[in-house]
């Protein structure tokens, strides 16, 4: 019997998200969404970016959340029609398009790099 390969631990980039959204008085639902867009992201980036350790930039400038997540695959993500109620995987990202304003892909030299934004409550 094979086990599986424990993902990278996320916990610091979690920590500092939140950190940065509590010190900017951002509500908790807001930072609970962020955390699972960003978890969403960092195990993707893991499982098929087969990158070890993703990296993690989170910037808050005038009212936008950005954060970013990279790895070293060139291969741009291809978002998998939801019709499948079953599916096992397949709805990361029409999970982070629910929950948050944002998002995209942008290729780097050496891989990708995939990002949300949240703009602060008006």
């Known amino acids: 019997m094979s086990t599986l390969p424990l ?3 996320w916990s ?3 920590e500092e998200l939140r950190a940065v959204l509590v010190r900017a008085g951002w509500p908790g639902g807001t930072a609970d969404d962020a ?3 960003l978890c969403e992201l960092f195990v993707n980036a893991w499982k098929h970016g087969g990158s070890p ?3 993690v ?3 808050l400038l005038d009212g936008v959340l950005r ?3 990279a790895d070293g695959c060139p291969k741009l993500p291809e978002q998998r029609a939801a019709d499948d109620p079953y ?4 709805r990361g990202l029409h999970l982070v398009r629910s929950l948050t304003d944002r998002f995209g892909a942008d290729p780097r030299r050496s891989g990708k790099s995939i990002w949300f934004e949240l703009d ?3």
Request: hydrophobic share 65%; glycine share 4%; proline share 12%.
């Open 7 to 9: 993902p990278p631990d």
């Open 12 to 14: 610091v980039a979690r």
């Open 35 to 37: 955390e699972l867009a």
């Open 53 to 55: 350790a993703p990296l």
């Open 57 to 59: 930039v989170v910037v």
């Open 67 to 69: 954060v970013s997540v």
């Open 87 to 90: 599916a096992l995987s397949g």
């Open 120 to 122: 602060a409550a008006a």
